[in-house]
């Protein structure tokens, strides 16, 4: 990476047989115009033709690996170990960056631990802009870039089999000690999968069971939320039809 002034940037992406979606993402982050930025690329062990791919671009590509893995936070902490950058941005196979500009903007405004901005829904119900508030849990960590130093003090992702809310648990630690300082920015960073695997009901119940946790909402409240949620209803009745 060259010598300039600004902080260096690691955008790693982490991808299990992505060979339908993973072209748009490389793209998406090599054609970023800021010149502090490596691209590390962590992949399962695919088997459909994803790691060919992605050694089309192998010549601009910091570091890449293929090997099995326990899962994506297993992965996510993987590229820990080889991201070299002041920063990292964390953007999953079948996502994008908003536009070639992002990781320069970010960059320019990256005088706090966290500095993140808002994400867009690629399709469903949900399409279009979300504005992003850490204060009230709303954000993806594809719009999060942040000190890759914090996993020193912090720690990694925690890659326990069946937790699908490790990313909002480590920004939410963060958050709660109010020592690490977060910074909104007022532009749209990615666009995501809004049916990525953190969309489903057990991620839900893991995110409410987060904010009880660091005392972000209390037992009443997430008992009342996670029973409003449509699915809770979908489930009990499935679960009262087997038993």
Aim: aromatic share 10%; charged share 20%.
């Amino acid at each position: 990476m060259a010598a300039t002034a600004g902080p260096t940037i690691s955008v790693v992406t982490v991808c299990l047989n992505a060979a339908s979606v993973i072209e748009d993402t490389l793209r998406s982050v090599l054609s970023q115009d800021y010149p502090l930025t490596e691209y590390v690329v962590v992949d399962g062990g695919s088997t459909d033709g994803t790691v060919e791919i992605i050694r089309k671009h192998s010549g601009r590509i910091a570091a890449m690996t293929s090997a099995p893995d326990r899962g994506v936070y297993d992965a996510m902490n993987k590229a820990l170990g080889m991201a070299r950058g002041d920063y990292l941005l964390f953007l999953n196979a079948g996502d994008v960056l908003a536009s070639p500009q992002v990781i320069a903007m970010a960059a320019r405004d990256a005088d706090s631990d966290v500095v993140y901005g808002d994400f867009e829904y690629s399709s469903g119900p949900r399409k279009g802009r979300v504005v992003a508030d850490v204060d009230r849990g709303i954000f993806n960590h594809q719009c999060m870039l942040y000190r890759k130093s914090l996993h020193e003090v912090y720690g990694g992702y925690c890659a326990v089999k069946g937790f699908t809310a490790a990313d909002y648990l480590f920004f939410m630690q963060l958050h709660a000690t109010e020592r690490v300082s977060f910074r909104k920015l007022d532009f749209v960073f990615s666009v995501v999968d809004p049916y990525g695997m953190s969309s489903g009901l057990q991620t839900f119940l893991q995110v409410n069971l987060v904010d009880c946790l660091l005392g972000r909402r209390g037992r009443y409240a997430t008992a009342l939320r996670i029973a409003a949620h449509p699915l809770y209803h979908f489930v009990r009745k499935a679960l009262g039809r087997i038993w």
